[in-house]
Each structure stands twice: as structure tokens, then as C-alpha cells.
């Protein structure tokens, strides 16, 4: 079995896809996907594509070009705790101006009352 054949049967296992799901896919015959798995040969570019579609990856990774990059667990800590004190500080801040706005409201609620009460007068 060669590496594209080993790499396809892989991502089809994590799919829990079939060979018949990849005739349905791309529109060849049984034997065609047949020589793909115990043959040295693969698909054409327009099925490459396809199949790729169907896996949710990219054509490189099927045929082993890259790897999902993966993201270092410190790099994921670090993003997310920028994220949780950048979303801390818009809290304050929001916190600040509705002070702020209450202030205002408390004033102007008092300057009404004022001018109710002098007219009163």
C-alpha cells in the first residue's frame, strides 16, 4: 500500500466513509477507487479536489504535502487569556461610562426638581 493509499484510508476512517461514498463523490467506477487503495495510482486532479471536499481537508494534506498546523497549548493560553483581560477592560470601561451616564441622570434629575420646586415658589 502506498502513502496516498495509507492517507485516504486514514481520513475516510475518520469519516466513516466507504469506498462507495467516494464513487458516489467523485463519479468513478468501483474499480477506479479500488486501484486508488490497492494500487499505485491516484485520482486526477479534478477528483483530488473532490475528495478533498469530501474529507473537509485540503488536496496538499491528502497528498501529504502538510499538516493542519497545530497550536502550541501556550500559544492557545496566551491567546486566551488576552482575550479574557481584553474583554475584562471593556467591562470596566462600560462600567465607567454607565456611572458616568447615572451621574449625569442624577444631576439633571435634581436640576428638574429645582425647577419644578422654584416654580412652585
Known sequence: MNSFSRRLQDF???????????????????QAVN?????DKRPDQDKLILIARLLEISVDELLGREDKPEVSTSESKQEVDYWKNKYIQLLEEKNQLLEEKNKLL???????????????V
Open 106 to 120: 442624577q444631576k439633571q434629575s435634581e436640576e428638574q426638581a429645582k425647577k419644578i420646586e422654584h416654580q412652585k
Open 12 to 30: 475516510m476512517s475518520k469519516k466513516n466513509l466507504k469506498q462507495a461514498d467516494l464513487v458516489r463523490a467523485t463519479g468513478v467506477s468501483r
Open 35 to 39: 486501484a486508488w487503495f490497492k494500487q
